[in-house]
């Protein structure tokens, strides 16, 4: 597949208008976020243009919190500015180029693909695989979100795309996770959350088990990491074991192989098969400076 190049310069105002009304504010649940982006409408979707045209964005500033459901796990959410200009890397760089080298069972975050398509897929193998026995690998990435190598994923951006801005933008997307108040912010909100558990009126046991899994929580180790909750951050991780699929698909010959995200599973009747495959990945995932749990 030959790299793309010329995407940069070929953001236009209308695409700024279409992915805010299309995506931007149909989604964003903060009401208010979007009355004071539209107080001032055309400033700010000028300014949009503008940071395009300068090219100088800086990756974004989030705001940063901790929310419980269904488990403790950071969020880092954007203000509608930075938010709109992630979407529009996502759509119109991202999404037209990566969809298309992914494999079909690489279910996450994708049009048409998710859960309930992930599901369709295991009845479709179960019915396809003979023999009274099925036997099941489930492999799951450490910390996947937090342990994706800024580098590696560079360089398998540059082997997709040419063009030199398009890449510089998205190196400073991906390397906004490694400024200095995105972990301080993460140590105070855990830090203010272990004492607020000290307070609450629950078992001593239960107080340990939500500490145990707040000091779970893992800081940025500089050039490592996505910001959680952005949706190039999604295509990104979907993205960065894209080779691992292939290699799963086609080195070793599993016809019945689903992903979705740090999760994968592969379905045969062959227990032995499956247990190379899994020393097969864990050699391959360690290239990624990834382990399996």
């Known amino acids: 597949m030959k790299r793309k190049q010329n995407l940069y310069d070929n953001v236009s105002m209308q695409d700024i208008i279409n992915v805010y009304r299309k995506q931007i504010r149909v989604n964003t649940k903060n009401k208010y976020k979007i009355k004071r982006f ?20 800086n990756g974004g500033i989030y705001n940063i919190f901790l929310i419980q459901e269904p488990k403790y796990r950071i969020i880092m959410s954007q203000n509608i500015y930075d938010k709109l200009i992630n979407h529009i890397v ?12 992914l494999i079909e069972t690489n279910i996450a975050t994708r049009f048409n693909k998710g859960t309930h398509f992930g599901i369709k897929l295991i009845k479709k193998y179960l019915n396809l695989l003979k023999g009274d026995t099925v036997y099941a690998l489930k492999y799951d990435i450490s910390k996947y979100f937090y342990n994706i190598d800024h580098d590696i994923l560079m360089s398998l951006l540059k082997r997709k795309f040419k063009d030199q801005k398009v890449l510089e933008i998205l190196k400073n997307i991906i390397d906004s996770t490694n400024k200095g108040y995105v972990n301080r912010a993460i140590v105070k909100l855990k830090n203010n959350e272990l004492e607020r558990i000290d307070g609450l009126n629950i078992s001593f046991k239960e107080k340990e088990i939500k500490k145990e899994e707040i000091n779970k929580i893992p800081l940025y ?11 190039t ?20 010959g599993c016809k019945y192989y689903i992903r979705y995200m740090d999760d994968g599973v592969i379905l045969s009747n062959d227990k032995e098969y499956l247990k190379r495959c899994l020393r097969e ?13």
Do not use: C
């Open 38 to 57: 539209e107080d001032f409408y055309s400033v700010n979707i000028s300014r949009v243009k503008k940071t395009f045209e300068m090219g100088n964005y």
């Open 90 to 101: 996502a759509t119109k760089f991202l999404l037209p180029v990566l969809d298309k080298s």
């Open 221 to 231: 180790i500089n050039g490592k990491g996505l910001p959680i909750g952005n949706m």
């Open 281 to 293: 990945i864990e050699k391959m995932v360690e290239k990624y400076k990834l382990r399996l749990k």
């Open 233 to 252: 951050s999604q295509i990104l991780a979907v993205f960065y074991l894209n080779e691992l699929d292939h290699f799963i698909k086609e080195r070793l």
